[in-house]
């Protein structure tokens, strides 16, 4: 009886330390195809993130104190230096107030109408990469999934392979790999989630400003004496 133990124990013992079983697919493969593909997913969306973060810091302006300015220029009716600063200043509230300025002369509708097409530009600029921020916080863990099926699924071959024993190394690579997978994916998901949120209360920022600089726009046509009466 005890001679029969010793051997059933040493079975698997010989099972794993056999070279053939230690040299198996699931160890060479590493990280996995799909951790890799993840990583430069990762890669991609840090770096949309970034160029979105400087964009909206370098068109996001004072705008009080924007308008105050060009108000002040306009009543001394020096309209080449209200321009100047239109165009000295970035962003859509300065190309907006530009356009309200070129336009002034034209009567209110087309104030309004100049008014509206700096908006169809400039929004969609705005939201630019967005959605690929929400896209990848929806489809990123779903990639980290697959790779940990992945990994799960390499175990389960090499045990398949190795006559239902494999080595520990074998074993915990194809874990490591699941994990490795699983948690890149939840951790892209959640900074692309964050910072899309982030991202779009900056748009909303700009937006309202736009909407601030259009009323005030409005009310410098409004209260110019020299403009010609509305087109019915």
Known sequence: MLIATLIAAGLPTNGI??????????????????????VVF???????????LLYYHRVQIDSAQFLVGVRNVLKRDNVIEALSICDATPGPVSRLMKAV???????????EESIKEVGLTEI???????ALLATSAQIAPL??????????????????SGSGFAAPTELFAGIWQSLYSAALGIAIAVVCYAA?????????????DMEKASAE????????????PSRP
Do not use: C
């Not at 300025?101 to 104030?111: F, H, P, Q, S, Y």
């Open 17 to 38: 330390l056999t070279p053939q079983t230690v040299a198996g697919p699931t160890a060479a493969s590493g990280y996995g195809l799909l951790f890799w593909l993840l």
């Open 42 to 52: 990762a890669g991609i969306t840090v770096t949309v993130i970034i160029e979105r």
């Open 101 to 111: 300025i070129l336009n002034r002369d034209a009567g209110r509708d087309r104030v």
């Open 124 to 130: 969609p600029r705005l939201e630019a990469r967005l």
């Open 143 to 160: 990639i980290g999934l697959l790779g940990t099926l992945a990994g799960i699924g390499g175990t389960f071959r090499q045990l398949q």
């Open 196 to 208: 899309y949120n982030y991202l779009v209360n900056r748009v909303k920022a700009v937006v309202l």
């Open 217 to 228: 726009a409005m009310k410098m046509v409004s209260s110019s004496p020299e403009l010609p």
